[in-house]
């Protein structure tokens, strides 16, 4: 008896200690910091926004020729100023002037209906321009981040649940254990002690994964093939980590793009602007000189036709910027995939046909119901399929291939397409760095085109990937969501 009595006792101890310190990993204050860490990250992104659209407005306030065209009653020259100031503002909708002795306000901006509320929300900004004017600069941003924000505030809501429900929890573990002990001989009661400690174990590393996730660490993940209730909680948690990860990572990427698109729209017009000077200035020195000296003259020929070519070449760079700057966001509509590849593949084939290369494209055996802006998506293509020719051009090989092939739904409700090609491959070294905005290995490249495909499959909800690579072709990887309902005909 006292034996039995001490093997009992020194389990229920065993158990018990496992089963605190397990509920203590998984629910600790680090895990909650990390939570709250990742909402005001959210927030704090919310607040930069809205300090960028007031200083934007801000400026907008103090612009001289505004200034001027309120003060002097110019109300057309005023709208004029606001279109341009409109233009270079990629997230605004509408500005409104309200000018003291004016009946009606003057309004310029985009239409409403390009921008429906229920996809994007509205913030206004309204500055005083002069002593006699009010400036209301209205902007968009899409609901998809607040939907973001509050998808993260109800994670942590339902942490602090559990967190504060965690003697019930255990309360839980303690009945099963006295109940288990009640009904089973000493050999059952046994085999309990032993599953206890491997049942401990398993929510450790559970609890251990979930701290790494509080102190930032988003590559972790729990392996738990065992197939039972905690074997899917594991698997729920590598899901959740994962979509955190892909979630940062999205937004991360789309703000580094956004910031590169400010940088290109500024430094194409700086660019721009001395070109027409440079090149009316050689053409007036070209067609000055009307001395006899032939070495001169050819010196003179030969640099006319150096600052021509260079100065082209600065204007193509100019002009990719300034589209790269005010690339349009994403509209998608209800659209079948296999029907919208079948209306932009025939032009593709026509393009590589001219460049001596074979396009295939196999249409998928079911309907593939997503939502996608078909000029965007239509842009993508485009330019994933360009970059395979240019790459088959490149290793000099004969019989260039692409195939193009959709399918799906595949893992998490995705629909797929994949670009593959047999040109020379992409080097290790720079599949990292591909997608980077100004990252090219082509001398004439301006490493705008892969960055701006990767926006507009991020803005699609979706990913953009290199599945394979190599000597024997590329194969990128469009990932998209799969739409609830098939698209109306």
Partial sequence: MA???LTLGASWFVFDRLVSRALTIALNEEVEDGLRWGLQAR???FD????TYRTAARGHARDHRLVAAVADGQAGEASLILEKLLEDEEDALRFTLEIDGLDDPIVVGHDDDEYPTREWRRFEVSMQVGASARLTETYVVPWSVFKEFDEAGRVLSTFQTFKRNRDDFRLGFVWFYLVTLGVVSLVVGGAVFLYSLKFGRRIGRLGDATQRVGRGDLEVRVVDPVGDELSDLAHAFNTMVREIREGRERIEYLQRVSAWQEFARRLAHEIKNPLTPIRLAIQEIK????G???RFRAVLDESHEIIEEEVAVLRRLTSEFSSFARLPRVNPRPTDLGEFLSDVCPSLESFARSRNVALE???PRSPLPVEIDSTML??????LVHNAV??????????????IEAGGPGSGSLVSIRITDNGPGIDVDDVEDIFAPYYTTRPDGTGLGLAIVKKVVLEHGGTLSVAKTGPGGTTFAIDLPLAAREPRS
């Fill in 3 to 5: 034996a039995v009595a």
């Fill in 43 to 45: 927030r704090d992104l």
């Fill in 48 to 51: 930069g926004w809205k300090r």
């Fill in 287 to 290: 067609t000055k000189y009307t």
């Fill in 292 to 294: 006899d000296d032939p």
């Fill in 361 to 363: 494209y196999r249409e």
């Fill in 378 to 383: 239509r842009r993508v293509l485009d330019n």
């Fill in 390 to 403: 240019e790459a088959i051009e490149r290793g000099g090989g004969e019989k260039g291939r692409i195939h």
